[in-house]
């Protein structure tokens, strides 16, 4: 149902016009009857020409688009956008024999901005960023069953952390349809781990480092390495796999180690090569010189919005600057950002930065991103959001 109209300032629709799906608060000359916080609305120019439909929300970002045509969005529009997204991932490879869990829906990367949708082996997270995607999480929930069938055995509704303060309540947690038992084990390129969407951080598990937990592998052989910031300890895991000599994790977070600890006994791993710590990774590193030939840096986003982009910098920078000056001669180091404010070039310059502090010689080995089951729509550029880096240090 379509609640209200949002007239754009001229010049404003043409944004719209190139497929970006945010209008801000500032584009809009006026709206026609009464815009419901989270309710669909029609979007049209200042002749009055319709752009597409879309989320109303109070706020910087007032409307995300989810249709761009010129009539408005059918009932059987989340199946069809659903099975759209099952196409793109079964195209990459998506569920697989050594495979199954996955990103199923990327917000704007998938046509649906304020929604993602997480699937864990016949369990499904949802989470909504935007009052819209909270107000119709049960057509969601309807769709999904529909596209999903009986391979469907649960879904979980989890947005209490990503929604307006004003719209947490009890609504903004809990099952939707089914149960399920957690932890719940999935398989990630063969590698066993537990999965807890009700008590651990985002939707339970960080699916966007699959193929670069994958890439450290090749990198590990006879190594001593060290995953700092490790949460489940995916990359320490996936290390262990490809025959590292020694694996050290570190995570100021005592619940983070703790999942670790339970994901290593998980996939059969001897204690002997490997130990994890409960402390701040700078802490950390003041007394480890030459002592890791692969480091991982993966932070938690050090900013989240642009107003914390220079004091991110700086933290991107110090980080980076002591394990360069920490790590053996020829060793390796994975870092990432996975601040959407931080762009590319900027992570990229920052660890330049970080090179000439820590005065190593350092080469490029390979540029990373998010995988394929986290698209990046041409036309929203914001949405590649995961940048890394593997080093080689001189």
């Not at 149902?1 to 497929?19: D, N, P, Y």
């Not at 089914?178 to 590698?191: D, L, S």
Request: proline share 3%.
């Amino acid at each position: 149902m379509i609640h209200a109209k949002v007239f754009l300032k001229k010049g404003k629709e043409i944004s719209i016009q190139r497929l970006h799906p945010w209008i801000f608060s500032g584009a809009i000359q006026r709206i026609e009857s009464n815009a419901i916080e989270g309710g669909w609305v029609e979007v049209l120019d200042f002749k009055g020409t319709t752009l597409g439909f879309g989320h109303y929300q109070n706020g910087s970002i007032a409307v995300r688009i989810l249709s761009f045509e010129i009539q408005p969005p059918e009932d059987d529009f989340y199946v069809k956008r659903f099975y759209a997204a099952l196409l793109l991932r079964n195209a990459s490879g998506l569920p697989s024999d050594v495979t199954n869990a996955y990103r199923f829906i990327h917000a704007e990367g998938d046509g649906l901005p304020g929604l993602i949708i997480d699937y864990y082996d016949g369990v499904v997270v949802i989470q909504a960023h935007s009052a819209g995607m909270h107000n119709d999480r049960e057509k969601i929930s309807e769709a999904l069953q529909k596209v999903f069938g009986f391979h469907l055995k649960a879904i979980y509704y989890k947005s209490h952390g990503t929604l307006p303060g004003k719209m947490r309540d009890d609504n903004t947690e809990g099952y939707l349809h089914g149960m399920a038992v957690v932890p719940h084990i999935i398989f990630e390129n063969n590698v066993k781990f537990y999965i807890d969407w009700e008590q651990g951080q985002k939707t339970g598990f960080f699916l966007d480092q699959r193929e670069n937990r994958k890439l450290l592998g090749g990198f590990s052989k006879n190594k001593k390495v060290l995953n700092t910031f490790c949460y489940t300890g995916g990359f320490s895991i996936y290390a262990l796999h490809a025959e590292a000599s020694l694996v050290h994790s570190v995570d100021a977070s005592q619940k983070a180690i703790e999942l670790t600890e339970k994901n290593l006994e998980l996939n059969g791993f001897d204690k002997s090569i490997h130990q994890c710590f409960a402390q701040d990774t700078f802490d950390y590193l003041k007394d480890k010189q030459d002592e890791y030939d692969v480091i991982v840096l993966d932070p938690p986003a050090f900013a989240k919005h642009r107003d914390a982009r220079h004091q991110a910098v700086r933290g991107y920078q110090r980080l980076n600057t002591e394990a360069m000056k920490k790590i053996k001669q020829g060793g390796i180091l994975f870092t990432f950002s996975c601040s959407q404010v931080v762009d590319r070039q900027l992570f990229y310059d920052t660890i330049v930065s970080a090179a000439i502090h820590a005065g190593r010689q350092i080469k490029v080995l390979h540029h990373l991103s998010q995988p394929a089951d986290h698209p990046v729509s041409i036309f929203h550029p914001e949405g590649e959001y995961l940048k890394g880096l593997v080093l080689y240090v001189e």
